[in-house]
Structure formats: C-alpha cells, structure tokens
C-alpha cells in the first residue's frame, strides 16, 4: 500500500531554515507528481508546492516562491522541500502527498503521510 513518511521538521527561529523529507513506497514514485501541503490552525490545509514526476517542473505558492525549493530523488523514492528565511506564518504541519501521473490540481482526498511539525519562533 501506499506509504509516505515525512521528516525533518523541527523548531527553527524566524530566518532559519529546514530541510523535510518524505520517503514513500507501495508505488512507482518516479511517475507520480507529488505535492508538499501544511495545515495550520490559522489558514487550514493548503498546497504549497508541486513537482513534476522527473522532476524538471515546479511550482510553488506565492507566499514560498524564492524561499522554498521542491525537490525529489527518483533513485531514492524521496521527496524534498528546502525552506529558507522562514517566517511564522510557515509554521503549520507540513505533508506530502502523492498525486497521478497526470497533472491535476491537488485534492485533499489523495493520500499523504503523517505529517511534521515545523514551528517557526524565536
């Protein structure tokens, strides 16, 4: 079945930076487009940020664009999303999930991990 676990989340202060992780399994991860999402209690659950199956194509939020930089490794079934000059409204749980092999805007019924806690305070 279908597994996504992430990781890498963390305390880090206002400007700090993260790298998360996600490592699947259970299906060809180097067709899928896979998605990174957070919820907050502020804003709820929202995409952030989208990627191409070889990778080549990606796309962010506006609030993430220039600071956070998706990323996956198709030798290593992994998922990746580099965080720089985080601001506390990026703090949220953050998710990936897997999408189709199709592009499709991104749906909360599709399956994703358990999530990581990134807390963004000084």
């Known amino acids: 079945q279908v597994q996504l676990v992430e990781s890498g989340g963390g305390l880090v202060q206002p400007g700090g930076s993260l790298t998360l992780s996600c490592a699947t399994s259970?299906?060809?991860?180097?067709?899928?487009?896979m998605y990174w999402v957070r919820q907050s209690p502020e804003k709820g659950l929202e995409w952030v940020s989208t990627?191409?199956?070889?990778?080549?194509?990606?796309y962010y939020q506006d609030s993430v664009k220039g600071r956070f930089t998706i990323s996956r490794d198709n030798a290593k079934n992994t998922l990746y999303l580099q965080m720089n000059s985080l601001k506390s409204e990026d703090a949220a749980v953050y998710y990936c999930?897997?999408?189709?092999?199709?592009?499709?805007?991104?749906?909360?019924?599709?399956?994703r991990g358990q999530g990581t806690q990134v807390t963004v305070s000084s």
């Open positions: 999930a897997k999408g189709h092999t199709y592009n499709s805007a991104w749906s909360p019924a599709w399956p």
């Open positions: 259970g299906f060809t991860f180097s067709t899928n487009w």
């Open positions: 990627i191409t199956p070889g990778g080549g194509g990606t």
